[in-house]
């Protein structure tokens, strides 16, 4: 592997030796759940992937991660409810209640999503 792999611990403690603050959100990047770092010029980085998006505000990253997290949901519960429809078609006697109830969530969960 020729990319150098950060060590994320050592870069932590860098960025505190700079006066980073640690925030509650967790970095958005799929399988890192890093903690977030504000910087005093107010950029939000990763300690792997560093700068995430352009956030101003703990506002703002929060709204960046909802939209992250409910795209994810709605990823799964897409597929949830496909897995519902392939096997509604192989039963003999499909019950449709559970797949409606699936619907219903989607449809909240798209609704929050536009919000
Ligand atoms: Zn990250």
Redesign the pocket.
Known sequence: MSRRRVDPVKKMAELLKLGAVMLAET???EG???PLFKLPSGEII????GK?HVVKTDEEAREVRKKVVLTDILDRLENKVLNILSDMINEPHPEPGELSEWLDVLEKVRRIKKT
């Open positions: 970095c958005p990047v890192c759940n890093l990763c300690p792997v992937h995430i």
